[in-house]
C-alpha cells in the first residue's frame, strides 16, 4: 500500500471516529467530520488506483521489452 494511500486511510478512520463521538454528543459538528472523512477516502483510492495503474505499466513494458 502506498504510504499516501496509507496515511489517507488513517485520516480517514480518526475522521469517523470523531464524527461518531462529535454526534454522540449531540453537535452538529460532527457532520464535517463525517464530509471530512469522505474526502480522504476518496484520497486513499485514488493513489491506491494509481499505484495499481503504475504497476501494471510497469509490467506492461517488462513485457513488451522480453518479446
Known amino acids: 500500500m502506498p504510504r499516501n494511500a496509507l496515511f489517507a486511510s ?9 464524527a461518531v463521538v462529535s454526534l454522540v454528543q449531540g453537535r452538529w459538528l460532527g457532520l464535517i467530520w463525517v464530509l471530512m472523512a469522505g474526502v480522504f477516502s476518496n484520497i486513499a ?6 499505484a495499481r495503474q503504475a504497476k501494471a505499466a510497469a509490467l506492461a513494458r517488462e513485457s513488451a521489452q522480453e518479446a
Open 45 to 50: 483510492w485514488y493513489h491506491l488506483r494509481r
Open 10 to 18: 488513517i485520516v480517514c478512520l480518526l475522521a469517523v471516529v470523531a
